[in-house]
């Protein structure tokens, strides 16, 4: 029985598997780009069967597809975009920068699901060409992870982070500017510094999305819109929006659409922002978990796994580590998007498959990271107050509520004195008779210190 079967394109007749359901480009592709191991994101193929889907219906009602051919291609094309033939897509990431080879095997699996009458071509990617399909695909691809995906995990951290901010509120502990001591914070005003942060993060995405919504479809091959119905990419978006539930439109400017990637440019610089954002707060708690004995140890981290396979009891921060490699590889996908982006040559840009990959392989990423950060290290932090307790009567920054009453000279001479002999703020104080015991213990409040209700110094 043979294995194989004929199938014929412009460029003639080719060998294809004979239970594969690609045809003759699809083939060609895995011959000539035979590349790495990365494949072409299966959330972008599903972005292009939902293209082909409303292609197939608005070309039915445009008259430019009879009914059975209309509904025969809707069909098959939802059975793709639902993921059910997803192992009919095995082609490199690495193809022509159009993302032309991808196109047609979506179109080639399309067509041969929908039945022998369909041409992948005339048929399946009627009114279409892949220069504003592919990029079309991109923006849905990213906008459907956004929703269902990366925004949700952001939300959840942030929500977890403004629930410890809050359980956190009355905690003092010393601040630290320049990796030295400073004055007072709670550890609530902390937590709460960093979730302001991520909500930054979270307007710039929701921002650049604006831009995301906008498709290149109707624009064609470069632009003009030929070969295609001057309703077709409206009508399209339109199918799209309601049924994934986006607030899709039609690119102002198909030209700009199909040559440049400014809009995931900035898309994905909101990735890096948040990267950014999360390795600060990661670090800081790694900072502030850092012992247990040796170190700040003003926090205790979850315990989730043996971490030396040398050391025994040894406990690392794990969940850290993890989200701030997520992070720096954000950074770097981040460059390499910037320049495949500028690399649009007149009238098409053809970086775009790298753009896309590393585009979603950073929401994945983040999105994975972020939930494991908030389950495996977030919800289970604790404060260790009794060392956050020591650490701050040890300050000598304390001294900084002095200045008021008794000038920067004066209280500069008071903090040099404890540092020097190793001893109290309050001693020193009272050594080079600057001021009573009394006044000491009424200007010198931590709590008052960090806007927070008065208390004694040496309350617990």
Same mark, same amino acid.
């Given at each position: 029985?043979?294995?194989?079967?004929?199938?014929?394109?412009?460029?003639?007749?080719?060998?294809?598997?004979?239970?594969?359901?690609?045809?003759?480009?699809?083939?060609?592709?895995?011959?000539?780009?035979? +590349?790495?191991?990365?494949?072409?994101?299966?959330?972008?193929?599903?972005?292009?069967?939902?293209?082909?889907?409303?292609?197939?219906?608005?070309?039915?009602?445009?008259?430019?597809?009879?009914?059975?051919?209309? !509904?025969?291609?809707?069909?098959?094309?939802?059975?793709? @975009?639902?993921?059910?033939?997803?192992?009919?897509?095995?082609?490199?990431?690495? !193809?022509?920068?159009?993302?032309?080879?991808?196109?047609?095997?979506?179109?080639?699996?399309?067509?041969?699901?929908?039945?022998?009458? +369909?041409?992948?071509?005339?048929?399946?990617?009627?009114?279409?060409?892949?220069?504003?399909?592919?990029?079309?695909?991109?923006?849905?691809?990213?906008?459907?992870?956004?929703?269902?995906?990366?925004?949700?995990?952001?939300?959840?951290?942030?929500?977890?982070?403004?629930?410890?901010?809050? @359980?956190?509120?009355?905690? =003092?502990?010393?601040?630290?500017?320049?990796?030295?001591?400073?004055?007072?914070?709670?550890?609530? !005003?902390?937590?709460?510094?960093?979730?302001? !942060?991520?909500?930054?993060?979270?307007?710039?995405?929701?921002?650049?999305?604006?831009?995301?919504?906008?498709?290149?479809?109707?624009?064609?091959?470069?632009?003009?819109?030929?070969?295609?119905?001057?309703?077709?990419? @409206?009508?399209?978006?339109?199918?799209?929006?309601?049924? $994934?539930? $986006?607030?899709?439109?039609?690119?102002?400017?198909?030209?700009?659409?199909?040559?440049?990637?400014?809009?995931?440019?900035?898309?994905?610089?909101?990735?890096?922002?948040?990267?950014?954002? =999360?390795?600060?707060?990661?670090?800081? $708690?790694?900072?502030?978990?850092?012992?247990?004995?040796?170190?700040?140890?003003?926090?205790?981290?979850?315990?989730?796994?043996?971490?030396?396979?040398?050391?025994?009891?040894?406990?690392?921060?794990?969940?850290?580590?993890?989200?701030?490699?997520?992070?720096?590889?954000?950074?770097?996908?981040?460059?390499?998007?910037?320049?495949?982006?500028?690399?649009?040559?007149?009238?098409?840009?053809?970086?775009?498959?790298?753009?896309?990959?590393?585009?979603?392989?950073?929401?994945?990423?983040?999105?994975?990271?972020?939930?494991?950060?908030?389950?495996?290290?977030?919800?289970?932090?604790?404060?260790?107050?009794?060392?956050?307790?020591?650490?701050?009567?040890?300050?000598?920054?304390?001294?900084?509520?002095?200045?008021?009453?008794?000038?920067?000279?004066?209280?500069?001479?008071?903090?040099?004195?404890?540092?020097?002999?190793?001893?109290?703020?309050?001693?020193?104080?009272?050594?080079?008779?600057?001021?009573?015991?009394?006044?000491?213990?009424?200007?010198?409040?931590?709590?008052?210190?960090?806007?927070?209700?008065?208390?004694?110094?040496?309350?617990?």
């Amino acid at each position: 029985m043979p294995s194989t079967r004929t199938e014929t394109d412009s460029f003639g007749p080719i060998d294809v598997p004979l239970d594969a359901l690609w045809g003759a480009q699809t083939a060609r592709s895995l011959h000539f780009f035979a +590349i790495g191991e990365q494949r072409m994101p299966l959330p972008v193929i599903h972005a292009l069967a939902w293209v082909k889907w409303a292609a197939a219906i608005v070309n039915g009602e445009l008259n430019l597809l009879d009914a059975d051919k209309s !509904q025969a291609i809707a069909d098959a094309a939802q059975r793709v @975009a639902a993921g059910e033939f997803d192992a009919a897509f095995p082609l490199s990431v690495w !193809q022509t920068g159009s993302g032309t080879q991808s196109n047609m095997n979506v179109n080639e699996v399309v067509a041969h699901l929908a039945g022998p009458h +369909i041409h992948p071509n005339d048929d399946v990617n009627l009114g279409q060409s892949s220069n504003d399909v592919f990029p079309s695909a991109m923006h849905i691809a990213v906008a459907l992870h956004a929703k269902s995906s990366l925004q949700p995990a952001l939300a959840d951290l942030r929500n977890t982070l403004s629930a410890k901010a809050t @359980a956190f509120s009355d905690l =003092l502990k010393i601040g630290r500017t320049h990796l030295q001591d400073a004055t007072p914070i709670t550890l609530g !005003q902390e937590l709460g510094g960093y979730e302001a !942060q991520l909500a930054l993060c979270a307007n710039s995405m929701e921002h650049a999305l604006l831009a995301v919504y906008r498709l290149a479809l109707g624009g064609t091959a470069v632009g003009t819109g030929i070969n295609t119905h001057p309703e077709f990419g @409206a009508r399209v978006v339109a199918k799209l929006t309601k049924q $994934l539930d $986006l607030p899709l439109a039609q690119a102002d400017n198909l030209f700009a659409a199909l040559a440049g990637h400014e809009a995931l440019v900035a898309f994905h610089a909101s990735l890096k922002m948040l990267a950014i954002a =999360l390795t600060k707060m990661a670090n800081d $708690l790694r900072l502030m978990g850092s012992g247990p004995r040796a170190g700040l140890g003003e926090l205790q981290l979850p315990q989730n796994e043996p971490g030396s396979s040398i050391m025994p009891g040894k406990v690392n921060p794990t969940q850290i580590e993890a989200l701030t490699m997520v992070c720096a590889q954000v950074m770097g996908h981040d460059a390499a998007i910037g320049f495949a982006a500028s690399q649009g040559h007149f009238e098409l840009n053809v970086y775009k498959p790298l753009i896309i990959l590393d585009t979603l392989d950073s929401m994945r990423l983040l999105t994975d990271a972020m939930r494991s950060f908030t389950r495996h290290c977030l919800l289970g932090l604790t404060a260790n107050t009794a060392r956050m307790e020591e650490l701050l009567q040890r300050s000598l920054m304390l001294v900084t509520a002095l200045t008021p009453h008794i000038g920067y000279d004066r209280a500069a001479r008071i903090a040099k004195l404890a540092h020097d002999s190793g001893g109290t703020l309050r001693d020193a104080a009272w050594a080079l008779e600057a001021i009573s015991t009394e006044q000491f213990d009424a200007w010198v409040d931590p709590a008052r210190m960090a806007g927070q209700p008065a208390r004694s110094p040496h309350d617990g």
